[in-house]
T-cell receptor, first 115, second 115 residues
Framework: DAGVIQSPRHEVTEMGQEVTLRCKPI?????LFWYRQTMMRGLELLIY????????DSGMPEDRFSAKMPNASFSTLKIQPSEPRDSAVYFCASSTGRPSTDTQYFGPGTRLTVL | AQKVTQAQTEISVVEKEDVTLDCVYE???????LFWYKQPPSGELVFLIR??????QNEISGRYSWNFQKSTSSFNFTITASQVVDSAVYFCALSGGGGADGLTFGKGTHLIIQP
């Protein structure tokens, strides 16, 4: 079975540009999570969806960040405009059942570099 | 608020030694879930184990074992007869506590197995 798929795997962009990260969850999973990993802050939850509906976006750092899940098999995380401090690895994860109890399976991550 | 502490930033051992990674958590909830993930040098996050707060039985999977003690709020991970392939960053994580549905991660322990 295919795991969580993320694209692109690497993204290099210049400050001020728009960046879109994509995620395809595991088929049949109804919860999707976006995390960010940095050296300073470690792994932190940005937002999660349950049945395509955003449930908690309190971790989204600021209005420059937005996330959508138009259907059960696709989600995007957009940064506009991007800044150098957004450089990080962004992970998408999915789980089945209740978000608070079931195992989250992670994608390979997208390494974002903002110059 | 929930919190996970991995006090050991880095551990270095020689191959075939046993090594224990410590994890201490804080939560006010009586129902919660604990996890361990492995992040090898390639960067992906690999799920290792999930344990709920009502199951304090120790678990063994090959060379890996986990010791969950509610009395000390600890969920420690032991690798027996370590191998070079075990070199990675290991994360302990908590969910379901404090009403939060995402994972709260510790800062991780970088394990180096020297040949």
């Amino acid at each position: 079975d295919a795991g969580v798929i993320q694209s692109p795997r690497h993204e290099v962009t210049e400050m001020g540009q728009e960046v879109t990260l994509r995620c395809k969850p595991i088929s049949g999973h109804n919860s999707l999570f976006w995390y960010r990993q940095t050296m300073m802050r470690g792994l932190e939850l940005l937002i999660y969806f349950n049945n395509n509906v955003p449930i908690d976006d309190s971790g989204m750092p600021e209005d420059r960040f937005s996330a959508k899940m138009p259907n059960a098999s696709f989600s995007t995380l957009k940064i506009q405009p991007s800044e150098p401090r957004d450089s990080a690895v962004y992970f998408c994860a999915s789980s089945t059942g209740r978000p608070s109890t079931d195992t989250q399976y992670f994608g390979p991550g997208t390494r974002l570099t903002v110059l | 608020a929930q919190k996970v502490t991995q006090a050991q930033t880095e551990i270095s051992v020689v191959e075939k030694e046993d090594v224990t990674l410590d994890c201490v958590y804080e939560t006010r909830d009586t129902t919660y879930y604990l996890f361990w993930y492995k992040q090898p040098p390639s960067g992906e996050l690999v799920f290792l184990i999930r344990r709920n707060s009502f199951d304090e039985q120790n678990e063994i999977s090959g060379r890996y074992s986990w010791n969950f003690q509610k009395s000390t709020s600890s969920f420690n991970f032991t690798i027996t007869a370590s191998q070079v392939v075990d070199s990675a960053v290991y994360f302990c994580a908590l969910s379901g506590g404090g009403g939060a549905d995402g994972l709260t991660f510790g800062k991780g322990t970088h394990l180096i197995i020297q040949p």
